[in-house]
């Protein structure tokens, strides 16, 4: 494949130069400003009034999404009694309890996303799961580990105040409760912020505006599943083309009188090539089968040999690729920057010719195609987005730089008012590394009166990324840039989070310890590991167009106390050899006991 270094490298700059540009990264307040907080209303289940609970728990779990749920299922299993999950949303789910927009879609492969098929026995429809279904398998894990009876939804935690003298956590919440418990575990999220753009007068716009996380089918008609039945008089204005805008695009198009999408960057987008499960699938399944699948698509992401790739997607065939390229005996470090680029380049310049093949009309195609490395921004994968711009009824509106304002009739760019009903925004979340203590959402205050941000504010300060000195008790389940480690398939780090966390409990109690706590060497040693092994990606990523993953354009600012255990993306697998371990071991290396 024709490939000039020097052609390709200021393609991509221009390209980046183009969204660099400033109040790029500009967002709402959703928690301090009243017009953006509506944004954030829950349009699935209703608010209902209820008496403050005051109350004594085993466990408090923050956050009933896949790791609160995962966290609390093993802690059931591990014969914890008294378990109480808080969460702002109205039920469990998480993520896939907010988004519920047409389309949604998880792109890790249903076998290895959904935690816990085993033991509730049950197989995936599709080789990748709607949300709805995704959705209703965590809703069955909490009702087969009975976690929802005792949870709070529709809840908010507001402090939580270590008490050294009762050696308990006391947890305030915004309807008045007061909960004490033993544990407290934090499994808030790793994408748990919705972020709206600040665009220059969004709040004259009279139409009905809304976030791919919180659809209002009340506007659109319809329901998760089924065909938008409202909107045959519509015009649409749906800003944004990651993840989230691409997969609710066709059924727009479907139903939409039109549909206007504002995309300020392309993403890659690979072939998704979704189909229900073969029936034969369960058929040859032995027990342990989800583990090991697991660990067969992250052997294959960390670049280690296997028998088999069992998931064989675009996950294994270019992310993989990408991020270990191959590195022969010999090989100066120039010629492996080259032969790393030129695998790069092959890969999207795949991605654009695919466009080619699927787009119809050329200029349209043009705009559609990404031009940046591979890794640059999360990739995505999709069979139908492409056909929808063949459709009469969508437009793109290419526009790198941004749009300049919304006035009360809907979006303007290059100085053009585009006259919309309703505008979508599938604009995000805040980054996977945004510091715990913001993801949080409350404050955490622990030994001696320090509070977690206090304590954090120069970078994440743990054991293990799951324990904090003087914060006893307490554990927060891992997550990116938080000193443990990354996977593609996040369940499989909840999976591990949540085994450990009930390990640790469990074995808490069989030796009669009360109250645990790190010590300060553990501590200082574990840090001193994450930074010794940082490697600063600001070389290749500062060329990167801006994004979530190289903090928008700036990676040097990137503290490397916020990173992973292993370099880089992390060492899924030597972390949790290490941590399986220290539990076998059970003499709690690194704690002080009480
Ligand atoms: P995202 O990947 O962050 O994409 C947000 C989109 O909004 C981008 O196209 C962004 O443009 C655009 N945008 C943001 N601010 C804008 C502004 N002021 N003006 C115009 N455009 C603006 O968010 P997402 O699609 O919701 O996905 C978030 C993450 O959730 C994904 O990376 C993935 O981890 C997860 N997710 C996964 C799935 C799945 O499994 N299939 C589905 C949905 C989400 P720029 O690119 O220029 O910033």
């Known amino acids: ?286 027990p342990g089968w989800q583990k090991a699948r697991m660990d067969n698509f992250q052997s294959i992401m960390l670049g280690r040999p296997v028998e088999a790739d069992l998931t064989d997607d675009g996950w294994t065939h270019h992310y993989a690729a990408v991020q270990n390229p191959p590195r022969r005996k010999g090989m100066s470090a120039e010629e492996f920057m080259r032969t790393a680029e030129q ?63 919304i006035t009360q009739r809907g979006p303007v760019v290059g100085g053009h008012q585009y006259d919309v009903d309703g505008i979508i925004y599938g604009t995000g979340f805040e980054a996977e590394v945004t510091p715990l203590p913001r993801r949080i959402g409350h404050d955490i205050v622990g030994r001696n009166g320090v509070s977690l941000a206090e304590k954090w504010a120069d970078g994440a300060a743990s054991l293990y990324g799951m324990m904090s000195r003087g914060f006893p008790n307490m554990f927060v389940m891992p997550a990116p840039g938080q000193q443990s480690v990354v996977t593609v398939n996040y369940t499989q780090l909840a999976v591990f989070g949540a085994e450990f966390v009930a390990g640790t409990v469990e074995l808490l109690g069989k030796q009669g310890v009360e109250v645990f706590d790190v010590s300060a060497d553990a501590e200082a040693d574990w840090i001193q590991q994450i930074v010794d092994t940082y490697v600063d990606p600001s070389g290749v990523m500062s060329a990167c167009t801006p994004s979530r993953l190289n903090n928008e354009g700036d990676p040097g600012a990137i503290r490397p106390r916020d990173t992973n255990f292993g370099r880089g993306f992390g060492d899924f697998f030597a972390y949790r050899e290490l941590l399986e371990t220290w539990l076998a071991a059970g003499e709690f290396d690194g704690l002080d006991l009480a």
């Open 1 to 286: 494949m024709a490939f000039d270094p020097d052609a390709v490298h200021a393609k991509y700059l221009a390209e980046r130069d183009k969204r660099l540009v400033p109040g790029r990264t500009a967002i709402r307040d959703l928690a301090g400003d009243e017009h953006a907080a509506g944004y954030r209303a829950d349009p699935f289940t209703p608010y209902t009034e209820r008496e403050p609970i005051i109350d004594d728990a085993d466990v408090v779990i923050v956050g009933g999404g896949i790791a609160g749920i995962l966290a609390g299922a093993h802690l059931r299993k591990a014969g914890v009694e008294r378990i109480r999950i808080i969460d702002e949303a109205g039920g469990v789910g998480g993520t896939w309890y907010w988004n519920r927009y047409p389309g949604v879609m998880c792109d890790v492969e249903s076998y290895q996303y959904l935690p816990m098929l085993e033991e509730l026995d049950y197989i995936p429809s599709r080789r990748y799961a709607f949300g709805e279904e995704i959705r209703l398998h965590l809703q069955a894990i909490a009702d087969r580990f009975d976690l929802v009876p005792d949870a709070l939804f529709h809840t908010g935690v507001t402090e939580t105040v270590w008490d050294d003298d009762a050696g308990r956590w006391k947890v305030h919440t915004n309807r008045g409760d007061e909960l004490s418990c033993r544990f407290y575990v934090l499994a808030v999220g790793i994408l748990n912020l919705m972020k709206l753009p600040a665009i220059s007068g969004m709040d004259d716009f009279t139409g009905r505006a809304f976030h791919t996380a919180r659809w209002d089918y009340g506007f659109t008609g319809g329901r998760p599943g089924e065909a938008l039945t409202d909107l045959g008089d519509k015009v649409i204005a749906l800003i944004g083309t990651g993840a989230s805008g691409l997969q609710c695009l066709p059924p727009l198009a479907e139903a939409a009188k039109h549909v206007y999408v504002f995309q300020r960057t392309p993403s890659a987008i690979g072939v998704r090539g979704n189909r229900p499960t073969d029936p034969s699938f369960a058929a040859d399944l032995q």
């Open 343 to 405: 695998l790069d380049f092959a890969i999207m310049e795949e991605h654009r010719q695919r466009i080619d093949g699927l787009v119809e009309k050329p200029e349209v195609a043009a705009a559609l195609k990404p031009y940046y490395r591979y890794l640059c921004k999360r990739p995505c994968f999709h069979d139908e987005y492409f056909d929808a711009y063949n459709r009469d009824n969508v437009t793109l509106i290419d526009c790198p730089a941004g749009i300049e304002r």
